[in-house]
């Protein structure tokens, strides 16, 4: 006899959530289907298949799909399952399928866009009900699928709201994520780190917008900075690689100061930590985009200044150093994320290279920022699975959002905000007949 979950509206409240939302196995296979088939959910940029035949693999909550690009110069997300027995069509993560993509078991050959084309030893099946021409014989697309600006997202689910609509205004920061580059487009470069997180993926999605933690988990990383340029002892400025450490240790008050903005949905962002805007790398990129904008358009855009935007429930861009998280939920306790880095068109190589630079030394698996991290998420699943409390804590700052009529608000740098607004979202999602 299956086990039934705990009736969902009694597990989020306005300013705590129970711990079962993070430690029930049977709460997380409602998400795959409640949340996870009904949002609209990244599956990757239409800069990692740019020739006829690439592909990309991805996860829509349980499902294993593949962004192809077709002979019509489009993406197509499909189901990677061949219609005959059902065996994976693409092992790799990524790569090239040729012109066709041809099952590995009975060769059952498919377009780029996932219409059979042929079979072989066709005479056996003459006078039966297989029809080459049946969708039934061709691999599956995803329901719904659409772009933002070479963002691929697609939807499981036939019916709901459309991709902008669903995004609605946390689509700026995709915006400025592709308006940084002077030819106003964006290209994923320099590969994929991968990271297992032993926690359930709302803890990671928490944490992206979570300000009260920084000077806590990252205290050891940010000593470490400080005691490696007092070493150097030469006290000029700051070098990035140390100063993108250090500003984890930011005083309260400082965390206090920033934007902090919520949308329905459960998308959020907040302001930026670092804002490099006079050293050369910065002075070089903004020289590139006043060439294209002139000087007023230029500033417009890199007056925008955010740090980690959340696109609930699936990534988190980064657009100040062109990082895009995504985040795939594999089992209750069990999470991966991909970090991507990305080139700006137009800009000069050395803003490139130090958006690796942030990568390596922040989201990295060999960082000594993200480690912190990690490993207090995976300390809050094991604690939450204890028999010591039943509830989360979202209280700081509950209460004193503002709202504009509109689906967006506003609160404290150090608010809770984002967590309640992410919980609105799952309860909104979660209550939703399957
Ligand atoms: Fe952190």
């Known amino acids: 006899m299956t086990r039934q979950p705990p009736a969902i509206d009694t597990l989020v409240e306005p300013d705590r959530v129970h711990k079962s939302v993070y430690v029930d196995p049977d709460l997380f296979e409602l998400e795959m289907d409640r949340i996870f088939g009904h949002a609209w959910v990244y599956v990757g940029h239409e800069s990692q298949i740019p020739n006829v035949g690439d592909y990309h693999q991805a996860l829509i909550g349980r499902e294993a799909v593949v962004m192809v690009r077709g002979e019509d110069g489009k993406p197509h997300v499909l ?24 099952c590995p078991f009975h060769g059952w050959n498919f377009r780029c866009d996932g219409r059979l084309l042929s079979v072989p030893a066709r005479e056996g099946y003459e006078d039966t ?17 659409q772009s933002y600006r070479g963002f691929v997202f697609a939807r499981l689910a036939e019916s709901g709201p459309s991709l902008e609509e669903f995004l609605g205004d946390i689509r700026l920061t995709l915006d400025n994520f592709c308006d940084r580059a002077p030819e106003g487009e964006v290209e994923v470069a320099g590969g994929v780190f991968r990271v297992w997180q032993r926690s359930n993926w709302k803890i990671f999605f928490e944490n992206l917008n ?7 988990t990252h205290e050891s990383a940010v000593n470490a900075a400080r005691a ?20 984890n240790g930011e005083p309260y008050d400082f965390w206090a100061g920033l934007e902090m903005v919520a949308y329905d949905r459960g998308h959020s ?27 007023e358009k230029t500033h417009e855009i890199l007056s925008v200044q955010r740090h980690n935007s959340i696109i609930y429930p699936s990534c988190a861009p980064h657009t100040s150093f062109q990082q895009l998280r995504v985040i ?96 609105r979202a799952w309860a909104e999602y979660m209550g939703e007949e399957a």
Not at 269 to 289: E, K, N
């Open 79 to 102: 189901y990677n399952r061949c219609p005959h027995k059902g065996a994976k069509l693409l092992a790799q993560p990524c790569g090239n399928a040729g012109r066709f993509l041809r």
């Open 129 to 145: 009900r297989f029809d080459l021409r049946d969708p039934a014989f061709s691999v599956r697309r995803v329901a719904c699928q």
């Open 210 to 216: 979570d300000t009260s933690h920084p000077m806590v």
């Open 228 to 247: 490696e340029y007092q070493h150097r002892g030469d006290g000029g400025q700051m070098p990035f690689q140390l100063h993108i450490i250090e500003g």
């Open 269 to 295: 962002y907040m302001g930026a930590i670092f804002t490099p805007p006079t050293d050369p790398v910065s002075l070089g990129h903004q020289a590139a985009l006043e060439a294209v904008h002139g000087p």
């Open 328 to 423: 795939r939920p594999v089992a209750v306790d069990r999470t991966l994320v991909e970090i991507y880095t990305f080139r700006l068109k137009g800009a000069p190589e050395d803003y490139f290279q130090r958006s690796i630079t942030y990568a390596n030394i922040v989201n990295s698996p060999s960082s000594n920022v993200m480690p912190d991290d990690i490993e207090v998420y995976a300390r809050v699943q094991e604690g939450l699975a204890t028999d010591g409390g039943d509830w989360v804590s979202l209280h700081r700052e509950a209460g004193r959002e503002q709202g504009d009529g509109n689906g967006r608000y506003t609160g404290g740098g150090l608010s809770e905000l984002p967590m309640r607004n992410q919980f």
